[in-house]
């Protein structure tokens, strides 16, 4: 079996973590007869999948070389979440120091080691929910530790064990992309993989990228008292993002003391005693260095492909966007389907979640669900989050779809203005002329809660008036898309009808 990444330090709460997604003593299954399905990779498509094989009735075996849970529950959503929860204390913290008075010490800092252990503690909590033993005992699917690879187009080899199947689900996910710059290997670095073995705060974190998981780490880690220097390749953070949003974020970084340089070529890196020094070129800052003790490479995803033999049994496939799947998530092979990160782009666990679900039924029964349906949503934790959902203005010019905006800022929206969270808006594009919703935009402090109004609308075609006919609980800061709907309404307010409107009140009159 592939060595296991190291999950540290091994107190009581990593103990419990490891117990669930990877028992020590855990046996696996003797196979017999075929199964309806073989899933590879215990991360979110593979667990959600054989679950809900298995409750359909399937023979379902389950194949994980390392951690049940995946990147999500180990090295991912959950512990960056809890690491952001704790970084969000304390800038409430520093907040009820400048707005209301409370006494903090001169300088005060969190304890850092106590915010990771909150964080083990957190997670090894949820870890409960992906145990093998749940899986087994509850699920009734066979687990089995070790590395799978495929044999023939029906076999699939985990150590000794031969698991034949009827059909195959790979949900092998991604990795952090290996990042070729001089030196970096040799002064050493962390990924996502590693930086939450973390146990004592790093005084200065260089953070390389400033893509959505850059970004949530670096302000965290900086709230959490480090010096953060985010040296990143676009002219602006989270470059994928609607601008405007962004640079709302990148303003509030810059509030916070994170250093951004942008447009940043690193040339190499070298170690300093127990210093890292990156040399770096950046059109606005010239050559330069910043010197940090700890550099957290967050650039890139690589999707698992390795070590499965795809080649063997007829399955497309690069190093770049992992194993080619049509719009039934079907692999070339089409006994052998793929859910997750290992095929899509869009690299969400509630989006592998989604694909598992269409896995199941295009395999399991008729081919009928495709992942183009999907009405998919994101947000990107940061501090105010940024959410979005369906297209972009950039997305609606390409495609020809003449589109109405409909943008409210927070500080029009009383419930965010009376919990000082009135920084951000909300962005509605309706098909010109409509109300059909097709995107948006949110940032502010709950955006992530917020962007669910707007899928569940696109998804279920309500349009924006029927947002602005529900009743909202006041004060709340979803108010913020019924105001958008408000303006959706005016606009029909013709000037034709407004005279007519004026007319026939000043008769009532
Ligand atoms: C720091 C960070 C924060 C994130 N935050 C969020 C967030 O807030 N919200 C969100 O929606 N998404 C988030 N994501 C993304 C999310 O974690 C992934 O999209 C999700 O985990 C993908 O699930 P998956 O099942 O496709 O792959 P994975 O979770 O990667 O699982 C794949 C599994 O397959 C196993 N495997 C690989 N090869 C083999 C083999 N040959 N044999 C057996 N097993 C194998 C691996 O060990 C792994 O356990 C975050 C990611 C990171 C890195």
């Known amino acids: 079996m592939s060595a296991l990444p190291p999950i540290e330090p091994l107190d009581v709460h990593n103990r419990e973590l490891i117990g669930n997604v990877h028992p020590a003593n855990w046996r696996n299954p003797q196979p017999s007869g075929r199964y309806n399905l073989v899933v590879i990779g215990a991360g979110s498509a593979g667990l959600i999948s054989s679950a809900i094989a298995a409750g359909l009735g399937a023979r379902v075996a389950l194949v994980e070389r390392h951690y049940l849970g995946g990147d999500c529950l180990n090295v991912g959503c959950v512990p960056s979440k809890a690491v952001i929860r704790a970084s969000r204390l304390v800038a409430e913290a520093r907040r009820a120091e400048r707005e209301i008075g409370l006494a903090l010490a001169p ?47 029906d076999t699939l080899e985990v150590g000794d064990a031969k698991l034949r199947f009827r059909k195959a689900v790979i949900a092998t996910g991604a990795r952090a992309s290996a990042l070729p710059i001089e030196g970096l290997a040799e002064a050493g670095y962390l990924t996502n993989e590693t930086i939450f073995n973390l146990t004592e705060r790093p005084r200065r974190l260089g953070v390389i990228g400033a893509g959505p998981i850059g970004c949530e780490l670096a302000q965290a880690f900086r709230r959490l008292g480090c010096e953060v220097v985010v040296l990143h390749a676009d002219s602006h953070v989270l470059p994928r993002e609607d601008a405007d949003a962004a640079a709302i974020v990148e303003a509030r970084f810059r509030e916070e003391g994170i250093r951004l340089v942008a447009r940043a070529r690193i040339e190499r890196i070298s170690r300093r005693g127990e210093e890292r020094v990156v040399h770096f070129t950046a059109p606005e800052q010239g050559d330069g260095e910043v010197v940090v003790d700890r550099i957290l490479v967050a650039v890139g995803r690589a999707p698992n492909v390795e070590g499965l033999d795809l080649d063997r049994v007829g399955i497309e496939h690069d190093a770049q966007r992992g ?12 006994r052998i389907f793929a859910a997750g990160d290992i095929c899509m782009d869009w690299k969400f666990t509630h989006a592998a979640d989604a694909a598992a679900k269409i896995v199941v039924q295009n395999a399991l029964f008729l081919r009928t669900q495709k992942l183009s349906s999907l009405v998919m949503p994101w947000c990107t934790y940061t501090d105010p989050e940024i959410a979005h959902v369906g297209m972009y203005e950039r997305d609606a010019r390409s495609a020809g779809i003449e589109i109405d905006t409909y943008q409210v800022p927070l500080h029009l929206v009383n419930r965010a203005v009376t919990d000082g969270e009135d920084e951000g808006f909300a962005k509605v594009h309706v098909q010109k002329g409509s109300d059909r919703i097709v995107g948006g935009t949110i940032v502010g402090a709950h955006a992530g809660e917020l962007i669910s109004q707007l899928t569940q609308a696109i998804a279920n075609r309500v349009g924006l008036s029927g947002i602005g006919n529900t009743i909202h609980p006041y004060p709340t ?32 009159r």
């Open 107 to 153: 300088g005060a800092l969190p304890d850092f080691g106590a915010a990771m252990a909150r964080m083990r503690r957190v997670r090894a909590r949820i870890s409960a929910e992906d145990a093998a033993v749940r899986y087994r005992a509850e699920l009734g699917v066979d687990v089995y530790l070790g590395d799978a690879r495929f044999v023939d187009g």
């Open 323 to 334: 194993v080619h799947v049509n719009d039934y998530l079907q692999t070339t092979n089409p």
């Open 477 to 508: 800061q979803a108010e913020v898309l019924k105001r958008a709907a408000g303006l959706y309404t005016r606009s029909r307010l013709s000037p034709r009808l407004a005279r007519w409107l004026g007319r026939y009140m000043s008769w009532r």
